[in-house]
């Protein structure tokens, strides 16, 4: 069995493997989204296959849209070529259960795949004959954070942008540059509003796409490319809307093991791709089965169904609040306290570490007993319910391939809203006092700790990329593992910068206790020794 659109019509074949179909006619989807398109989507990973495009799919099954969703790839060409031609633009969704079984389901809502290259004539005018079309009602990213960005880590524009604001709008490169410049399409063409969206996983969303959009196109009026009336439109969000939104679904690589499982029951060409961007992908995508999408709902030109394929559709303070819940009190914090303690106990994934005794103790700690006394409250989401959900089901799901390593990633940008909302609640509130506090100083030694690149044996251990990675170490670099005194005084340049922890941790009590807590870290067995010692 292929999966494509021939390789779908021997229902019978799919059914008896346990694999869902789509129940709409493809071809008369991908017919209708060729002449009357409606949403383009930036981005064609896995985020998007696995959860955005299942919206449509799902939408479209209920007969509730007839048209798709054109995925548009701006970072790794190989997708398009190796992952969507092949297969027609179809997805093999695998939804992994805590007990170990799987759905299955054909998601066959993306009607094409386009490659974002304005060196490719073919590709580049389809895009611009879809922008121009009245019909065209939303667009939607999932580039990740940094794909919003035009400067570097210095705040200088990076050598692409600078390319392209000296050049203009006729062959953009940067994927902020190439949005206003399909937009002016659409500006010159009739002015059909549009609504822009990020679904990227970072907080006020919308706001950075909409700033970075917009300095190009202010860029390029100053260089003459574009006159003022455009820059007029793109600054009116009653024409050009950017709505916030807040994405939760962990969409990890594909995995080895659901690659054999679905070769085994006879689907063929489902061989899982590194391309040369070292991008990870396969015809399938993996992923957990709970997902939230929050989308503040500001659609100019209207939209699809998308509250009945279960998104949130809702007001930017709900968005907020919602993100807020997750990032600051119910999930990330959570996340990063199992990922560093996982790295320092010698575990590679964080399921694994939902059955150790002390690392369970320490989330629930930090969700229940720390976060929810200052949770933001969003009232679409409860956050009891939403961390009961996050530790009995999603971080203890043993077939989800996700790694405290990959976690550990760039936590230093992480720590100031993932710990540093909560410790400037405490701070604020006169009937909360931040030395009473043990999992989140526990979590911030235990980075701390961690970036030592020495794990609980007292062996080299590999520590994950981080920009502030050079700077904190040889801040570090004194610290002796097997002499908890050469800690002394070490870490008083690091606590008391509000820039890594949100607040200066000796104005609110708690350096002295990550500093205790970091010092007996320092010895072989330290680290569990001292989870057990305060939980």
Not at 19 to 40: I, Q
Not at 375 to 380: A, D, L, M, Q, S
Request: glycine share 6%.
């Amino acid at each position: 069995m292929k999966l494509n659109f021939n390789g779908i019509q021997d229902k019978s074949a799919w059914e008896k493997i346990g694999v869902a179909l789509p129940k709409y006619d493809w071809k008369a989807m991908c017919d209708a989204t060729e002449k009357n398109p409606v949403w383009v989507h930036f981005g064609a990973g896995n985020i998007f296959r696995g959860f955005i495009a299942g919206l449509q799919n799902k939408l479209l099954d209920e007969r509730l849209a007839d048209r798709g969703i054109i995925a548009a790839e701006t970072f790794d060409y190989e997708i398009i070529d190796k992952i969507y031609n092949p297969h027609d633009s179809m997805t093999l969704m695998v939804s992994l259960k805590p007990d170990g079984k799987t759905d299955k389901n054909v998601i066959a809502s993306i009607a094409r795949g386009v490659k974002v290259d304005s060196s490719n004539a073919a590709e580049w005018e389809a895009l611009k004959k879809i922008f121009v079309n009245p019909s065209l009602q939303m667009i939607s990213y999932t580039i990740t954070e940094k794909g919003y960005a035009l400067r570097d880590m210095k705040g200088e524009l990076m050598p692409v942008v600078i390319e392209d604001f000296a050049k203009g709008p006729d062959a953009p490169k940067h994927a902020m540059s190439v949005t206003a410049s399909l937009l002016l399409e659409r500006f010159r063409a009739d002015a059909t509003p549009i609504a822009v969206v990020s679904m990227d996983n970072c907080s006020h969303n919308g706001e950075k796409l909409r700033a970075s959009v917009l300095e190009v196109a202010k860029a390029w009026e100053k260089n003459s490319f574009v006159d003022k009336e455009f820059v007029a439109w793109l600054s009116d969000e009653s024409q050009v809307s950017f709505p916030w939104s807040m994405i939760d679904k962990i969409t990890p690589r594909p995995a080895d093991s659901v690659y054999k499982e679905v070769a085994s029951l006879g689907v063929e060409d489902m061989d899982i791709v590194i391309t040369a961007k070292h991008t990870y992908i396969a015809p399938f995508v993996n992923a957990e089965i709970p997902q939230y999408l929050v989308i503040e709902d500001r659609f100019p030109n209207g939209r699809p169904a998308l509250e009945k394929a279960g998104v949130y559709m809702t007001d930017r303070e709900t968005v907020n609040k919602t993100e807020r819940m997750k990032v600051t009190t119910c999930l990330n914090p959570l996340h990063t306290g199992l990922a560093v303690f996982g790295c320092l106990l010698g575990y590679n994934k964080i399921a694994d570490e939902m059955n150790d005794a002390e690392l369970t103790k320490l989330v629930k700690k930090i969700g229940y007993v720390e976060g929810l006394p200052v949770v933001t409250n969003p009232g679409i989401l409860d956050p009891k319910a939403f961390i009961d959900e996050v530790i009995e089901q999603r971080l203890p799901n043993p077939f989800m391939p996700d790694t405290p390593q990959r976690i550990a990633t760039d936590t230093s940008q992480k720590i100031p809203v993932r710990f540093g909302e909560t410790l400037k609640s405490y701070k604020a509130d006169a009937k909360l006092d931040a030395k009473s506090l043990t999992a989140i100083p526990l979590a911030l030694a235990g980075w701390l700790r961690y970036l030592l690149g020495v794990d609980d044996n007292g062996k080299e251990m590999a520590v994950s990329p981080d920009p502030m990675l050079e700077q904190l170490q040889s801040a570090l670099k004194s610290v002796k593992f097997g002499e908890p005194e050469s800690a002394n005084g070490v870490l008083k340049p690091i606590l008391s910068n509000a820039n890594i922890f949100g607040v200066d941790l000796y104005e609110i009590g708690l350096a002295e206790k990550v500093e205790e807590m970091f010092k007996a870290m320092l010895t072989v067995g330290g680290a569990r020794a001292t989870l057990r010692r305060y939980l």
